[in-house]
């Protein structure tokens, strides 16, 4: 017969000794195990994940396009696809979007200069 402190835990009839110190600190007393909601059981492959890129696109523009149809959102919030579109047109063929896309690539590295270099004061 094995002593408690023996190098065999397992009492006499066999059984299991209580989980080692290490298996007891990775999870608190009380704590369950978190059940995953989703997980994708393989990788995909590219060709698969383009079509599920593709499918949830179309899905959304499809939602967008009878929300607008069906008058379930007033036009000032969301206009429909082919008012977008054709401000778009018009916009580029005008060059005002052109104008509008360099102020933008202008001030987002310049917006956010300033924060970076105050969150790493120059050392005096």
Known sequence: MAGAGGPNAAGEDGAESAPSPAKLSARKPGQ??????????????????????????????????????????QPLFLPSPAKVAGRLWLFANNGQ??????????????????PRSSAFPAAC
């Open 97 to 114: 979007l052109w104008q509008d896309a360099q102020v933008s690539l202008y001030r987002i590295p310049s917006g956010s200069s300033p």
């Open 32 to 73: 369950r195990k978190r059940q995953r909601w989703f997980s994708l059981v393989s990788e995909l492959t590219p060709l698969a994940f383009a079509v599920v890129a593709a499918s949830v696109f179309f899905a959304l523009f499809f939602l967008w396009s009878v929300a607008t149809a069906l008058d379930l959102v």
